[in-house]
């Protein structure tokens, strides 16, 4: 069985950073794209960041990039979400996405269908 845990959530200043983490099992070989979510409640889950396999790609969403990146440990089946210079705008719940068998293609990074498995999600919480 398909399983994601997300780790590295918490509560934070503004400007500050947190790490997130993303261990995935339960499947061989490497996920063919790994993506970030947030939500916040009353509002619709959007895209935060993906990675696909082989470093053939990584992409984010506007209000990420410059700010965040997305990396990931295929050995460990592990993908991570560094964010720095966070704001009160980044409070949410975040989620990690597994799209294992797929073949999506590259623009459609923050589409959620056709993610095989989701986590639990970790609160960021950012503080002015």
């Known amino acids: 069985q398909v399983q994601l845990v997300e780790s590295g959530g918490g509560s934070v200043q503004a400007g500050g950073s947190l790490r997130l983490s993303c261990a995935a099992s339960?499947?061989?070989?490497?996920?063919?794209?790994m993506g970030w979510f947030r939500q916040v409640p009353g509002k619709e889950r959007e895209g935060v960041a993906a990675?696909?396999?082989?470093?053939?790609?990584?992409y984010y969403a506007d209000f990420a990039k410059g700010r965040f990146t997305i990396s990931r440990d295929n050995a460990n089946n592990t993908v991570f979400l560094q964010m720095n210079a966070l704001s009160p705008e980044d409070t949410a719940m975040y989620y990690c996405?597994?799209?294992?068998?797929?073949?999506?293609?590259?623009?459609?990074?923050?589409?959620?269908?056709?993610?095989?498995?989701w986590g639990q999600g970790t609160q960021v919480t950012v503080s002015s």
């Open positions: 990675i696909f396999s082989g470093g053939t790609g990584t």
């Open positions: 339960g499947y061989t070989g490497s996920a063919v794209c």
């Open positions: 996405a597994a799209d294992i068998y797929g073949s999506r293609r590259h623009s459609a990074w923050s589409v959620e269908d056709g993610y095989d498995a």
